[in-house]
């Protein structure tokens, strides 16, 4: 039996308070009340805020008896905690999801060996993506490593998820992942949190040696078939078990049947008024999502058409069909029967509820975000049942094919697929003459037009704009209403590339490099971090970037390519904490194999990109305590490197001096560029101000840096003095000396 809520720790009762918090906040609260023990990830948007919380609240007292760190990458967090696991202590793993790609080798074969503490692999998912390199789909990753996977529609729901995953974990003996996305992540509810919490206590018999723990071939064939016996026995608690069939809410609406639907309906998931106040188990009748649905409804007919939807596009869809039924209601059109089934639990594929769901069914639409997986997993079960009913998402153009979904994109999507497209005004990007329609996603969402309308024909696009009055009560997303937004949906909104901060010390190591190697372009291999920011316009100084640490290898490899050859200078760039996460390790082996070449480490100081987290070569814990601070520069002449330099990268001429040095030497060269990031470093100098001397170069334009701006009186400079830091790179680049602070003017470099 699976215990959802844990009221008591240590034989103590635990007193409550409402907060509000954000998902990831409550997440951490959820792990915390699950009795987790030892908690260890690498930051990355939009993960980073649940052990920062841990870590908050450990320090102040009310996470009692756990250990919570930022490892130096997701390997190594995910190895210590397997260690932690055959204790018996719960743990939980955090990162985004391509850094489980960096935790992938040890992952594949834990789930071979099993854990024996509940093991937790928080894994935040990023469509759009919004700051990520791919859109890559942890779901398809649990498929491909066995493992189970709980994808929530809500905060609340991921909050249970979180709790439930431990219980599953230690039933049976494996990681179990639950997979929020951005909105989920990010968005910000109330939730009745303990004030202290206890951490499980390690069982008394603690580790026990067995062969089982040593991965041996032999070993592994047999646990392939446990493994997937488990799989099969997962997906029936799935389908089953009361605490986790939940998370896969049935319900039906419209012009419902008065005949059993057997459905599993959740008051728990889905808050919105129209639910029973508890939780029906399977085989109990479903009432409506909305105002259109009841069991009086006129037309008492059996569904033919189901709408499946999992992660935060399932609350977007129930959402949407009370839209849907609500306009359909004011504009006196019949809203067809239909059932909703939400996957929370993707993987593995709960088939005894799809069998449910199916049955009677003709068409079924599929809305999901990044890959089809739902959609693929319905054409499976409709295949190995030789069900008749079709599926329509993103393989048929049903379904947005990248990006995320919104309220109103799914309401016009629904309305459609339910035969009554005159209820909903398309949103952009959704479908408009025919199925085949291949979507395109919508940069900015247009809202539905408001349920007051007084019949179908006043429906129209050229009103997409507006909201009802009582937009509450209609289901129109209410988002605008609650921000004030009121701009027109079609506004143009002005071009703002992302930009690296006034004062940035990157910039100016970006610029030099530039400089310094202007007439010979070199070959820039860069890495993940803020610094990505110098591949675009008007920079433009890197030239690759795959994955964390491949700036060093891939230098490596130009130069082992253009070996013996006349070539151009390769220079990998690199910042400090991802030098210390997997750059390192490609260093080592570009000096085991002799290689040669520049690498710049970029140390600001901090992890800038993921919140200006600590790590080993600044020496702050998660905690904010100092600890030991490697000696960066020791490191890299330990591991052989002789030619060590390190240079302020706000001093043009000694970076271009150092640059030039560097790849003119046969020898593999590293350059420290060391200067704090301005947002923990808040000291300012004077402003700089642009004089009559200016003549409209643009030179200082080049640079990219948000306080300068153009004068559209004379083309002259203008800089921003509420933005400037003071840090003078625009005015040693200035040949006229038309850059200065208020103490002089400063020379230029020519």
Known sequence: ???????????????????????????????????????????????????????????????????????????????????????????????????????????????????KGGMVLFVADDPGPISSQTEQDTRRFASFAKLPVLDPATPDQGFDMMQAAFDLSERYHTPVIVRPTTRINHASTFFDVADATDARPVPDEGFERDPKWVIFPRRAYQAHGEINERLAAIAHDFAVEPALAAFNPMVEGGAQSTEDARTNVSRETFDDGSMPKTATSAGAKAVGIGAGASESAAAAVAPRLGIVAGGVSAAYAREALRMVEARAAAAGVEMPAYRFWQVGTPYPFPEELAATFAEGLDEVLVLEELDHVLEDALLVHAGRTHATYEVRGRLTGDA???????????????????????????????????????????????????????????????????????ADKSGTNVSRETFAYDAPADAPLPVRPPVLCAGCP??????????????????LCGDIGCYTLGALPPLSAMDTTIDMGASVSMSHGFELAWAGTDHRPVVGVIGDSTFAHSGLSALISTVYNQGRGTVCVLDNRTTAMTGRQGNPFNGETLQGRLSRELDLEGVVRAIGVENVRTVDPNDAKAVRRALKEAVASEELSVLVFRSPCVLIDRHREPDYAVTDACTACGVCSTLGCPAIAKDPANDHALIDAAQCIGCGQCAQYCAWNAIAQPAGEKGGVA
């Not at 959704?430 to 179908?456: L, N």
């Open 1 to 115: 039996m699976f215990h959802v809520k844990h009221l008591y720790a240590m034989g103590r009762a635990r007193t409550m308070t409402k907060k509000l918090l954000m998902g990831n906040e409550a997440f951490a609260h959820a792990a915390l009340e699950a009795g987790v023990r030892v908690v260890a990830g690498y930051p990355g948007t939009p993960s980073s805020e649940l052990i920062e919380t841990v870590a908050k609240l450990h320090d102040d007292g009310a996470a009692r008896g756990i250990h919570v760190e930022w490892s130096t990458n997701e390997k190594s967090a995910l190895e210590l905690l397997a260690g932690a696991s055959y204790t018996g202590a719960r743990c939980l793993f955090t990162c985004k999801q391509v850094g489980l790609n960096v935790a992938s080798d040890a992952l594949m074969s834990l789930n071979y060996v099993g854990v």
């Open 400 to 470: 947005r094919d990248r990006g995320e979904n919104d309220v109103d994109d799914c309401a016009a999507r629904i309305a459609r697929f339910l035969g009554i497209p005159q209820v909903i005004a398309p949103a952009a990007g959704a479908p408009s003459e025919s199925y085949s329609a291949s979507p395109v996603p919508a940069q900015q969402p247009v809202s539905a037009t408001a349920a007051s309308a007084s019949s179908p024909s006043e429906v129209s696009s050229s009103s997409s704009a507006a909201t009802s009055a009582s």
């Open 506 to 523: 990157h910039r100016g190591s970006f610029y030099a490099v530039k400089r310094a190697l202007g007439k010979t372009p070199a070959v």
